[in-house]
């Protein structure tokens, strides 16, 4: 688990050039549990992977502690804890809820 703060700042990501999310502000705290709730559609999945890398930000920062990771690949994100595991990718297909 990281150890430093994770900030969000005017954040807006768009894939082929259609917006999925702008002006997107959040600050994490290192042990804290923070939840996205919106409607279908509403850009909560894109946001995630912007903060991820996994779609390119079109406007804004995301900092990790005092590190800006701008354009720093989902997997050395990954390499500082930060990363996203996506709804029905049977990462963890052999655990149950208890594991």
Request: charged letters at 15%; hydrophobic letters at 45%; glycine letters at 16%.
């Amino acid at each position: 688990m990281s150890t430093a703060a994770l900030t969000v700042e005017s954040l807006a990501v768009s894939r082929q050039n259609t917006p999925l999310a702008r002006g997107i502000d959040l600050q994490v705290e290192p042990g804290a549990i923070t939840v996205v709730i919106g409607s279908n559609g509403s850009g909560k999945s894109a946001v995630l992977a912007g903060i991820a890398g996994a779609l390119p930000v079109s406007a804004g920062h995301v900092r990790l502690g005092g590190t800006d990771l701008g354009r720093m690949s989902r997997w050395r994100r990954a390499r500082l804890g930060l990363c996203l595991v996506e709804q029905g990718r049977a990462v963890f297909g052999g655990l149950t809820a208890r594991d």
